[in-house]
């Protein structure tokens, strides 16, 4: 039972990517890596077994907002946690529910103390404050938990961001203090991730950084990108924050996003992502593939009895057709759902395994080149 | 490449059940046996894997009525039949699509020569015969196909259900010349099953059973029970038919039924089963277990975190607790249908692998009396 450990492996020649290890006391994940999000704890239409034989999820998240809501602290806290809740046995990293406070929930009012707001099931009050947010995720019982944030509506101004992020950082530091004087509940350890904000100003984003980075966490996420600002901006902040933050903890890229922008990212050092596009998308009929984007929908795949994916190898996603799946997300069939979404994240988990892998031959940059024209591609 | 075979192995020295093993040319199928429905070609929220590795099908069911309509008949004819369209490599049986032209279509219109229905997607209108019924199962490629009949409405008097049943028998004719003046289209063997109908009438069920017999069918299926009319009268209906159809053919009951419907039914002599209930009960969260009848709605679940069903030996619905089956369902979270799904399934093809291994060690009987209270049990 330990502090979570990450072991630097290799840094690409010609970017900054990088591959590493991260060892918590429920297992290992190769990095770079994606996080597969299980909402109520359960990753949407797909099960654990699917999650590990097909996917080959290493890491999944569960969402703090909604695990409060449901199946409530009782429930969590009686069962052991969410690993024995739900029967994952790998990491779980929580989210602070921050984000989710700002974008689901109803009426809500942030003050110094922390956000009151309605749940969007029955419009019941609650107040999330920082130190409750790390007690809730204790009772959670998530590998890695997140600090309370405020998450800025993209667009915002520079006075509304640099008084945000203030709050943040001010929030950050009760987290820390709360979580450093309780104990983990159920045997193995957990770990806080602070969260960098500060919108688009680079100014704020390194004073940001420096601040975080001086908790010495044992990881630092990036927080409050892909929220309505234009690619090349996010790239821009990414890649900017990722020279602020230590080079030997792992970097956590929160929310983002398509194929490309996860290439690109970690080509500028990022090291973990999480993001809904792969199950949302793949419920709506959107597939991310090794030879491009496919809308399923379409009528050109109703005749073509291909697989939906040759090109990662003899798995899952080499078993049904592209004319089977669409008849099924045609028919409404619930297993159109559940093949769209454990395709898209095998996708996912076959590419950065494959970034992970042309880091460790010398030729990631030439390849992710060539890899984010075809990702973009329309079939 | 061969007729079905049907090998009789053991009869039970108390009643009438048996075991036997039927040969197709995609596999064996161990009877008595469970067969689940696999409506448009998926069986609702579980997937072609789930069903060999989880809820161990031997067969399932495609309907014709749905796959007709979708993915349609173009495309199952260029996928090369139903079995490379989804990837299932056992058996496949396919009903006629009359019970679901007469109980889910538009206004239809039955006459000698067919029926004239009205699509339930799209109100588009279409004409089933006899005929074109065998050329649809043709080109679906069931291992099994059905006899074009009519079903009549539960609670038929005498007159309506003699005409009816004439009828019947007259399109038996016309699918039997059908059948045997086609080929098998995909390499494989196909074989046609008749439908015994009659209603609640001994003497017209007599005389059906005799007309279905004189065909010297591969197997026959008794048709127009569990439509409405007491248990009692559906056990003695069926119990007179298993007694007036030959004894080396599988007899199929179609659409029954609950856990200790099935059992009761195999003890008269039946070998085949097929029922939505447990997928679209499992999906409305009733649950059939090995101790009885659960819904797991029920707040009394909540903090349960016992397996589903531990009864069943080390397998699926050992994993999954009935806290976070029942959390699932009420956070309307998909995986909720799979789970509640597999579970059932699995439980009915656990429930007639029992009643083969009790009839073969001889104590069927005494089991099954056992079994049938435990089952109807309200947990």
């Known amino acids: 039972m330990a502090v979570l450990e990450f072991q630097l492996e290799r840094t690409d020649k010609d970017s900054k990517a990088r591959t590493g290890t991260i060892t918590t006391d429920h297992g290992e994940i190769q990095t770079p890596i994606f996080m597969p999000v299980g909402t109520v704890g359960s990753v949407k239409a797909v099960s ?24 409530g602290l009782e429930a969590l806290e009686k069962a052991g946690g969410l690993h024995r809740f739900n029967g994952w046995q790998k990491p779980i990293l929580t989210d602070s529910g921050g984000y989710q406070v700002f974008s689901l ?3 809500r009012k942030i003050k110094e103390e922390g956000v009151t707001f309605q749940s969007h099931i029955d419009g019941s009050r609650h107040l999330f404050t920082p130190e409750y947010v790390m007690d809730i995720q204790r009772i959670i019982g998530g590998d890695i938990i997140m600090a309370f944030d405020e998450c800025p509506p993209g667009g915002s101004d520079y006075t509304y961001v640099k008084t945000s992020m203030e709050l943040t950082h001010r929030w950050l530091d009760r987290c820390w203090d709360r979580f450093n004087s309780t104990e983990d509940k159920y045997g193995y350890t957990q770990n806080l991730f ?29 927080g409050g990108l892909s929220v309505g600002e234009p690619e090349p901006v996010m790239y821009e902040i990414c890649d900017w924050c990722c020279d602020h933050l230590p080079k030997d903890k792992p970097r956590y890229l929160m929310g983002v996003g398509t194929p490309w922008n996860i290439l690109e990212c970690i080509s500028m050092g990022v090291d973990m992502f999480d993001c809904v596009m792969p199950t949302r998308n793949g419920r709506n009929a959107m597939l991310f593939t090794t030879k491009g984007v ?46 769209a979404s454990i395709h898209n994240l095998a996708f996912y988990l076959w590419l950065v395994g494959e970034a ?24």
């Open 294 to 339: 496919i809308n399923i929908d379409n009528k050109k795949w109703e005749f073509d009895f291909s697989p939906i994916d040759e090109g990662m190898g003899n798995g899952f996603s080499s078993f049904y057709s592209k004319a089977y799946l669409r008849h099924l997300l045609k028919s409404k069939e619930l297993l159109g759902l559940t093949i």
């Open 105 to 107: 929930a109803g009426t």
């Open 48 to 71: 654990q077994q699917q999650l590990v034989s097909d996917v080959k999820a290493q890491i999944i998240l569960g969402n703090t907002y909604h695990l409060y809501l449901r199946p």
């Open 194 to 222: 602070p969260i960098v904000q500060g919108g688009t100003f680079k100014d704020l984003r390194k004073a940001s950084c420096e601040y975080v980075s001086s908790k010495n966490a044992a990881g630092n996420a990036i």
């Open 356 to 379: 992970r892998r042309h880091i460790e031959q010398g030729d990631f940059v030439s390849w992710k080149n060539e890899m984010v024209e075809v990702l973009k591609t329309k079939l």
